[in-house]
């Protein structure tokens, strides 16, 4: 079946650590996201791509980075730099509407 | 400053009642506003669109409205059902069209009792 493939679904992190999550997807969109949701609080834009190698910065994109080479991959890096990394970690892609994966939740113990 | 309100953290009805829920905006101009379904622990699906020169859109027991002037989009479930309950987030999207231009609400959470 077409869809967005997320993974860990869990993932604990010491603090100092940077840590990947990854994003695939097989619904050939040229377009993907990443969202950060914490409780109470709409999904806040971290990146997103339009086309193979090219990025940009969405709203909360310090102590984060990404990399396109495939258009099918669009892996997350939560570096040390983010203070608060704690939260639902929500990947997406988009011809129009979005699909959402399933979500990564991330811990910083 | 620009906001997205959507109303009362959680609305609890009766099975068989139509649900109501509210989504309000100040200091936006969106050409399209989306409403979308989570279930918690997963991500949000998507369940309707609807552009600003559209009054109401419907899909089997959802309607939603959508009134600039009030700046409001007003989404109704029908006959509700236990396996509607589910936190719903409305989107607008300023851009027409641009996934990029998504701003979202925080949701509110449904319940549906038996």
């Known amino acids: 079946d077409g869809g967005i493939t997320q993974s860990p679904k869990y993932l604990f992190r010491k603090e100092g650590q940077n840590v990947t999550l990854s994003c695939e997807q097989n619904?050939?969109?040229?377009?993907m996201y990443w969202y950060r949701q914490d409780p109470g609080q709409g999904l806040r834009l971290i990146y997103y791509?339009?086309?193979?190698?090219?990025?940009q910065k969405g709203d909360i994109a310090e102590g984060y980075s990404v990399s396109r080479e495939k258009k099918e991959s669009f892996p997350l890096t939560v570096t040390s730099a983010q203070k608060n990394p704690t939260a639902f970690y929500l990947c997406?892609?988009?011809?129009?509407?979005?699909?959402f994966g399933e979500g990564s939740r991330l811990t910083v113990l | 400053s620009q906001k997205i309100e959507q109303n009362s953290e959680a609305l609890n009805i009766q099975e068989g009642k139509t649900a109501t829920l509210t989504c309000n905006y100040t200091n936006y101009s969106p050409a399209y506003l989306q409403w979308y379904r989570q279930d918690p622990g997963r991500g949000p699906v998507f369940l309707l669109l609807i552009r600003e020169n559209e009054k109401e859109k419907r899909k089997e027991r959802l309607k939603v409205t959508f009134d600039t002037t009030l700046k409001q989009s007003l989404f109704h479930i029908t006959a509700s059902q236990p396996a509607d309950s589910a936190t719903y987030l409305c989107?607008?999207?300023?851009?027409?069209?641009?996934?990029?231009?998504?701003?979202f609400g925080s949701g509110t959470q449904l319940t549906v009792l038996p």
């Open positions: 989107a607008l999207d300023e851009a027409g069209g641009s996934a990029r231009q998504l701003t």
């Open positions: 619904l050939n969109h040229d377009a």
């Open positions: 791509s339009q086309i193979v190698n090219d990025f």
């Open positions: 997406a892609s988009s011809r129009g509407e979005l699909f």
